[in-house]
């Protein structure tokens, strides 16, 4: 069994965490595969839930497969899909079930999903979620009402070093902290620096911060993610080193700039740590992990 | 005002296609100013009603009234005297005036002509744009007069999603984010400090629909 992500959160000196996305449909055995493939490369994997309003298994279910096969789940709850009844019936449910880590998201509109005709809920906002954790951690729900059996979850949000604007970014994540966010994991970061100033700028105390690492696998991507992708920022030289390579070894100098980001980050210790985001190439993070040593 | 858009032509003519006396009715508060419902959209409805019943060759009288206001009993008190001439009405009041002709004179269908949009303001010429959700929570001196209810696709309270994009909306790149517009306002009247506070979930109980307001509710559950 894996440690526990609050006490590697305190004791490690760089934490790795990476993302992955619950399969559409009843198909679990490339997410088993790749559970067993990273679970021991990384501290902790975080499930999505129903990302970019796609609607998936839930997270709730996979992060106990993740569990059950040894790893450290961090289940991600987004306000989008339930009113504040399920959200904390959620909430106890991942408890009961042995999940510790919850990261409190908004959640992405429905109308950019692939279920536009949606109702979006969003009764509560990502900072209103995290103090109901805070709430279930003390034994009480939003309603005050006492709870037979608390939780002790480890709550985290996520953050945007590169929004534009960034004044409401900095007010919004000082919300999160004031609300009980212990750790955050940020948007992805290609640039240092820019998560340098940010965090230069914001002052988070007590609390770990995770920098954001998108695998890149082609020049096209880096275009996407400039273009449409709120507070992303892949610089140009970046688009160009995948751009000269020829197409067969686009996925390797993807990986290798990984890598370099991670090195960058971890020499400087401008923060705690990174969370990676290998979508669809989820299998690649060991070898990420191996190239940034 | 409550703003609102007139249903395709061929969506009112098929509800009134088998009546044969048909009385389209006008709002003239909210719908004559948002050109929706009043005198003349009334007209022009009444023409192309009549035009497409020519031309199917079917018999069909189409009268036409505008009354000041369909939301209130005593603006459709006039229609007593002619209800019974028509077989059906057709309202191009917003939801709750159609409803209330309907509720009024429940002896004759009464069928919509318009879709009903919300609560908002003109923005230039034929271009209306939303401003309030009736949440019965008023927020607007806390948020520099910008409702973030309303404007924010998400209804955040405590600040932008992650979704903001060079201070535009992730629903909609026209739409300028809510947040962003109310932190630029505060930011210059140098106030920011009154969205600093963390605000608790909105209270859903004060807007139960159906919503009444108003002192006959005590006098009714007097004794």
């Given at each position: 069994m894996a440690p526990a992500f609050r006490d590697v959160c305190r004791q490690k000196s760089f934490i790795v965490t990476a993302e992955m996305g619950p399969p559409k449909g009843?198909?679990?055995?490339?997410?088993?595969?790749?559970?067993?493939?990273?679970?021991?490369s990384v501290d902790a994997i975080n499930v999505t839930d129903n990302q970019s309003a796609v609607m998936k298994v839930s997270s709730l279910a996979i992060c106990r497969l993740i569990l059950e096969a040894g790893g450290e789940p961090i289940l991600q709850l987004t306000c989008r899909d339930r009113n504040r009844l399920a959200l904390q019936s959620?909430?106890?449910?991942?408890?009961?079930?042995?999940?510790?880590?919850?990261?409190?998201?908004?959640g992405d509109h429905v109308r950019i999903g692939d279920h536009p005709q949606a109702k979006p809920v969003f009764d509560l906002d990502s900072v209103q979620l995290l103090q109901v954790v805070a709430n279930l951690n003390q034994g009480r729900d939003l309603a005050g009402n006492a709870l037979e059996g608390a939780t002790d979850f480890f709550p985290g949000a996520v953050v945007t070093p590169g929004a534009d604007p960034l004044g409401p970014q900095i007010l919004k994540f000082r919300k999160k902290i004031a609300a009980g966010a212990r750790f955050f994991q940020t948007q992805a970061i290609f640039d240092v620096d820019q998560l340098k100033s940010f965090l230069d700028r914001a002052q988070p105390n007590g609390v770990t911060i995770l920098a954001g690492i998108v695998l890149l696998v082609s020049p096209r991507m880096g275009q996407f993610l400039n273009e449409k992708i709120p507070g992303v920022y892949v610089p140009e030289r970046l688009i160009?080193?995948?751009?000269?390579?020829?197409?067969?070894?686009?996925?390797?100098?993807?990986?290798?700039?990984?890598?370099?980001?991670?090195?960058?980050?971890?020499?400087?210790?401008?923060?705690?740590?990174?969370?990676i985001m290998a979508i669809g190439r989820?299998?690649?993070?060991?070898?990420?992990?191996?190239?940034?040593? | 005002m409550i703003v609102?858009?007139?249903?395709?032509?061929?969506?009112?003519?098929?509800?009134?296609?088998?009546?044969?006396?048909?009385?389209?009715?006008?709002?003239?508060?909210?719908?004559?100013?948002?050109?929706?419902?009043?005198?003349?959209?009334?007209?022009?409805?009444?023409?192309q009603l009549r035009m497409r019943a020519r031309l199917a060759s079917?018999?069909?009288?189409?009268?036409?009234?505008?009354?000041?206001?369909?939301?209130?009993?005593?603006?459709?008190?006039?229609?007593?005297?002619?209800?019974?001439?028509?077989?059906?009405?057709?309202?191009?009041?917003?939801?709750?005036?159609?409803?209330?002709?309907?509720?009024?004179f429940a002896h004759r269908p009464v069928f919509p002509a318009l879709d009903t949009l919300f609560l908002g303001v003109n923005e230039g010429p034929g271009t209306w744009g939303q401003r309030c959700l009736a949440c019965g929570q008023c927020i607007l001196h806390l948020t520099a007069g910008i409702c973030p209810k309303t404007l924010c696709a998400k209804g955040l309270l405590n600040g932008p999603c992650g979704?903001?994009?060079?201070?535009?909306?992730?629903?909609?790149?026209?739409?300028?984010?809510?947040?962003?517009?109310?932190?630029?306002?505060?930011?210059?009247?140098?106030?920011?400090?009154?969205?600093?506070?963390?605000?608790?979930?909105?209270?859903?109980?004060v807007v139960d629909t159906p919503a009444r307001h108003g002192t006959s509710l005590a006098e009714e559950s007097a004794p």
């Open positions: 009843t198909d679990t055995s490339r997410l088993r595969e790749i559970v067993h493939q990273i679970g021991s959620d909430l106890l449910a991942a408890w009961v079930l042995g999940i510790r880590n919850v990261l409190c998201l908004t160009e080193r995948l751009a000269e390579v020829p197409k067969e070894k686009r996925l390797a100098e993807g990986i290798r700039i990984a890598a370099e980001l991670i090195r960058a980050i971890r020499d400087t210790g401008i923060c705690q740590g990174v969370h989820e299998e690649k993070v060991p070898e990420i992990l191996r190239l940034a040593e | 609102a858009r007139r249903k395709p032509l061929a969506e009112i003519e098929a509800v009134v296609q088998d009546c044969t006396q048909v009385l389209v009715v006008g709002c003239g508060s909210c719908m004559a100013v948002c050109q929706a419902g009043g005198e003349k959209e009334v007209e022009i409805l009444a023409r079917r018999c069909q009288i189409v009268d036409e009234i505008t009354l000041p206001r369909q939301c209130d009993p005593e603006f459709l008190r006039p229609l007593a005297a002619l209800v019974d001439r028509y077989q059906a009405l057709v309202s191009m009041a917003c939801g709750a005036g159609v409803q209330l002709l309907a509720e009024q979704g903001t994009k060079h201070g535009k909306c992730e629903v909609n790149a026209e739409k300028t984010c809510a947040w962003a517009a109310i932190y630029n306002r505060l930011e210059k009247w140098g106030r920011l400090e009154l969205i600093g506070r963390i605000w608790p979930p909105a209270d859903w109980s």
